[in-house]
């Protein structure tokens, strides 16, 4: 019994995350992936080698 409910709870997070996800705009997915890559490329270890 405490499995099923276990799985029912993950199956519940997992729609919320996906309604969550659906919910932005191709536009700021497009910004947000922009603002991550710039963060990512400006902590690189790969710039402070050189």
């Given at each position: 019994?405490?499995?099923?409910?276990?799985?029912?709870?993950?199956?519940?997070?997992?729609?919320?995350?996906?309604?969550?996800?659906?919910?932005?705009?191709?536009?700021?997915?497009?910004?947000?992936?922009?603002?991550?890559?710039?963060e990512?490329?400006?902590?690189?270890?790969a710039?402070?080698?050189?």
């Amino acid at each position: 019994m405490a499995g099923l409910a276990g799985v029912a709870a993950s199956g519940v997070v997992i729609a919320r995350a996906e309604r969550r996800r659906r919910a932005y705009t191709p536009e700021e997915i497009r910004a947000r992936l922009r603002d991550r890559h710039a963060e990512a490329s400006s902590n690189s270890p790969a710039d402070e080698a050189g």
